[in-house]
């Protein structure tokens, strides 16, 4: 998942638009839902079907790839523009990320600002090197899911044969 990123004493907003690309899919930009996760992203454009809707998040009908079996399916690219005022030249400029889930590297103008792990960390980032000032910056950011997921098990209680 990932939220808008929020940059300096007065805000600029990242907020899009953004796209998204899959680990397992380079080249394919989509059209990302921010702030949003990316199971969100890959629903509205048809990639996988509605999980609420019927039986489509049965674990049996594999119709949405399981985070266990298939961790680069869920391992995305975010891009987006964003323009930081040229009047904020001169002035530190920070960046706070507030929604990956759960690695991030975070890129400006094809530098490493920083890199994250957990969940929803709310990272400063002082960006002030890597910005430019009235003019388009570049601001990507690679999503990775938990190293070792959890998984559906056993009840310990209920009926025999449940």
């Known amino acids: 998942m990932i939220t808008p990123f929020v940059f300096a004493l007065a805000a600029v907003l990242a907020n899009g ?15 990302a839902k921010v702030p949003g996760t990316v199971l969100q992203t890959l629903v509205a454009n048809k ?43 001169g002035r530190k400029v920070f960046m706070r990320p507030e929604g990956i889930n759960y690695r991030g590297e975070i890129r400006l103008n094809g530098q490493i600002a920083a890199v994250t792990a957990g969940m929803f960390q709310r990272t400063v980032v002082d960006v002030t090197r890597l910005a430019k000032f009235g ?28």
């Not at 638009?17 to 059209?31: D, F, N, S, Y």
């Open 47 to 89: 990639v996988v079907p509605e999980p609420y809707y019927g039986l489509n998040n049965k674990y049996d009908l594999r119709l949405i790839p399981d985070l266990r079996e298939n961790r680069d399916f869920y391992t995305v690219t975010y891009r987006t523009k964003v323009e930081i005022p040229a009047e904020w030249k």
């Open 17 to 31: 638009p953004w796209e998204m690309e899959q680990a397992t899919k380079p080249g394919v930009w989509l059209p």
């Open 135 to 162: 003019e388009p910056n570049e601001l990507v950011v690679r999503v990775s899911p938990l190293d070792v997921p959890g998984g559906p098990g056993h009840k310990p209680w209920g009926a025999p044969g449940e």
